[in-house]
Each structure stands twice: as structure tokens, then as C-alpha cells.
């Protein structure tokens, strides 16, 4: 079985369904295949909005306070930060300032991708939890602070030479990188994603389901789980948050 | 504990969420409050536009086409049906022809919540079964046909007399039913309903929670049962679709 997971480090729910796969891989038993996208070009392509840029915004935010730190429990991610003061700039998602606007990390991802592929997964986790799981990142504002300093460290970290570090962070801004991820996003999109995480199951073996079954999200893992014929605990499996006792 | 769940049958989340409530009531024990609201007011209440009326919808399509059928397996509704022709009328959103204007049902149950609140559930229970359950409510090009006749009968098989069923549809027009029904739309934009299902958790006894919690849909059930300390066996506890054995 490969699951691909199509993702943004910016999208939180991507961060989420990131930490339940890597969880799974070894309870399920499949090739996880990581595709750096970018959530902004998703959106352009398939004219979404982001949520707080939808007309009914403001009608969601009282069930959204609860609803994070239920998940921050439920899913057992202890670390996990609020949404950094600078995800959006000042003037919007539009603005440049804005972490939705800064292309460098996923480019980043991309470039770990073109030149180090088994090393993307711990790359990818190093930029997730910079963005959202490590509060010495953010400055006293609350800004999540991206330098290319910041980011060759993460890649020195998950194992890449210095040197190497140092050439990927080169071809970040690279027509090569550009183009690949460019590539994913398009592909992505040809393929059903409108959002993150989007996540595609190939060489699964049940008949009854689509040679490619597609999700949004990160919360039809039990759904897509039960489909499978595979067990699901909850979303640690180290910390079973269902139960299967005799009623 | 008290769940209250505000509702629409017109909307299929609504009908699995109604399915899981009714199945775990004897699982964990809640007193069930069934709030009737019509998601049309919810919806302006709040500028929310229906899915299909999204700039984006085109784009969600493809996830859609799997999601529905796989749904059907997972939440164990074998009988649920496809969209109903009818669920717009044929210009759209606004068509009065559509069950999505049609204000009968809903108001019908508001009077039933007025004048018999023990036989709201069975009542609900057969028009949600009339909208998504029952392919013999439809015709040939799958329009579902909604007469005082189908929603009387509805009544009856409830177990309510024929006297106070035609009673009950006389008050669908009544102004106390409108009234009713308005209010429960404005209570629940309130208290931060912006879609359907919107469910309302009190008497929880969890203290590490907010007083009233809040959520939307029905594919948050597994994590509030694990913020309340509740068992979850999948959306049927009948026929489970967790596991909980040791890994």
C-alpha cells in the first residue's frame, strides 16, 4: 500500500494527519510518500477561500477555540502552538509578510525531495514543528521567525551535511524547484485536492474500493481505516483513544 | 449529561449524526435534546453559503464521490440514499421548488416539539428516513415527494393519534410554529451554530471542559468522547469499527 500525503507545513491539519501517518506506518504498514505542495496555489487553482477569509468567518470562531484544544489533546500533540501572529501579514492573506506568503520553506521541501528523498520525512518534521509545535521559534509577538539559517539547521539536524544543507537551501529559489513544485501542485489538483492535507491511497489491494481512494483532512483516518480493513486506535496508537471492549 | 443537537433533516450529516446520538444513548448514558432548525436561517444568519453554492465546489467534487459511499459503510447506514433530485429546485439554492425552501417538514417537527417532545425522536427519525433513508419516497428521477399525507403518516407510525397528527399539521403554517422555529435558529446562531448539525454537550461533569461544549458535523463524535473520558466504538457501537487490542 503507498499513501502519498500532499501537504503545506502552514496547514495545522496537515501537521495533524503528518504525525498520524508517521504513527501508522509501522501498525499499517504502507510507503509514505511525502508531496510538498503549496496551500496558496491549491486555493488560486481551485478558487477556495481560506477559512478566515470566507464571509462567515467570524460565525466559526467560537466552535474553533474549542475544537483546537480538544484536537491538541485528541491527538495527543502536547507541543502544539496557536496560530502564529504572522501566518497571515498585517493587510491579509495577500500580504507578503505573511507566512502563507513566504515560499522558501516548501521550496525548501521540494529541494530535500529533488536531491535527498529518504530524508524528506525528518525535514518535514523538523518544518512543522518550527511552525507549529516549537515555542522558542516564535519571537514575543507570537511571529514564527524563518531565517535560511533556521532551515539549514533543520536539515543538518534530520542528517544532511552541512554542504549539502547549504545547496539545498541554494535552490530554493532554483527554476528547477519552482518548476517541481509547481508540478505537485498542479498534479495535485488534477488528482482532487482543493485543500490541505490531501491524501491519496494506491496498491491497496481491496477490490470493492477505487484503484486511488482521495481524502481531505485530517479526520477520516477511522473512516478510511475501516474501509481498509486495518485497525485504528484513535490517532496515537501508543495512547488508544477508542475501544473495541464488548459493549 | 445533556447532548442537544440542532438539526436539520435536510442535511446528511445531520442524519448520521442523529444515527450515532441515538446509538450511544444507551452507551453513555445522555439525556438526548432534539433542537429542530432549518439551515436555511442558520445559514443566512450567518453567511454561510450551502457546499454546492461555494466558489470552490466544482473542485470538491472528486472527494465527494468517495466520501458519500464510503461514509455509507463506515456509520453502517446501509439504506441511505443519493442526494435527492429535489434537494434544490432546478434554478438553484433560491428555487421554492426545492426541499431545501420547503419549510413544511421542519416546522412540523417544531410542532411536534411543541405539543408531543417525547415523540419528537420517532418522528425525526421518520423524516430523516423519508429525505435519506427510503427509496420508496422517491419518483422515477429521484425527486423526494413530500405530502401533509406522507408527513400525518410519519406522525401516526410515531404513535401519535390520527386526531392530534392532523392537529399538528394544521400548526405547520400556525404563527407559534414559525415562531418557535425562529427562535431555535436564533438560539443556536447564538450560542455558534454556523452549519448542520451543530451539537450542544452540558452536565458533562468534566471539569478540565468548557461548561457548554460545541462542535459541528459528524465526524467530531471520537474526539469528544475521548475529552469526556467516553468509550467510542466507531459510529455503530453495534458493530465496531475501532480497536482497542494491544498493538
Redesign the interface.
Known sequence: MRIELFYDCLSPFSYLAFKVLRRYKP?WGFDLQLRPTLLGGVMAG????PPIAR??AA??V??AA??GP??K??FNVPNMQPFPANFFGPDGPADKRGLARDMRYMRLLTSVRLRHPHLLEPVTAGVFDLIWADPNARDAKGNVIITEEILSAICTDAGISSADAAACIDAIGSDETKSALKGSVGEA?D??M?GAPFIAITDHGVASQ?AE????GS??F??????LGL????PD??R??????K?
Not at 213 to 216: E, H, P, W
Not at 222 to 227: I, K, P, S
Not at 231 to 234: A, I, R, T, V
Not at 240 to 245: F, N
Open positions: 501498525v481551485t478558487k477556495n477561500l464571509p462567515w460565525s466559526t467560537k466552535i474549542q475544537d480538544r484536537n489533546a485528541y489538483i488528482r482532487g482543493y477505487p481512494m482521495i481524502t481531505f479526520d477520516r477511522e473512516q478510511l481505516a475501516f474501509t485497525p485504528w486506535y484513535g496508537p501508543e488508544p483513544s477508542a475501544t473495541s471492549s459493549l
